[in-house]
């Protein structure tokens, strides 16, 4: 007795899980859910010759100088004008910094 009242239970559920699975297949299409809004027909054509308009006012030359002339103060105040990675250095600092790296090198391979 037991066992058929497990075996009734086990293909009742089965079959409401398959009816179940079976019922999520067949979903709502979009255009149920939200009907999009058909060709209209206004009697009109577009004219496509119509200027654009500008998001943002664009530059004056005034206000072109003048941020080119900020942009060159902080340039100079950089202190930068030129100078070379190390094209300014004195044969004595390159003789220096070339014995120092000597003494390394003795260092690392231990002689």
């Known amino acids: 007795m037991t066992r058929s009242?497990?075996?009734r239970i086990?293909?009742?559920?089965?079959?409401?899980?398959?009816?179940?699975?079976?019922s999520a297949c067949q979903t709502a299409r979009l255009e149920d859910l939200a009907?999009?809004?058909g060709v209209r027909n206004t009697g009109t054509t577009p004219n496509l010759n119509v200027?654009?308009?500008?998001?943002?006012?664009?530059?004056?030359?005034?206000?072109?100088?003048?941020?080119?002339a900020e942009l060159k103060a902080a340039l100079s105040n950089q202190g930068v004008k030129g100078q070379g990675g190390g094209a300014n250095a004195?044969?004595?600092?390159?003789?220096?910094?070339?014995?120092?790296?000597?003494?390394?090198l003795k260092e690392i391979e231990g002689e």
Request: aromatic fraction near 8%; avoid cysteine.
């Open 5 to 7: 009242f497990a075996a």
């Open 10 to 22: 086990f293909f009742l559920s089965t079959a409401m899980s398959a009816a179940l699975a079976a």
């Open 35 to 37: 009907p999009l809004p």
């Open 51 to 68: 200027a654009p308009k500008a998001e943002t006012t664009q530059f004056s030359e005034a206000d072109k100088n003048a941020k080119t």
């Open 90 to 104: 004195s044969a004595a600092q390159i003789r220096k910094a070339a014995q120092a790296q000597t003494q390394t």
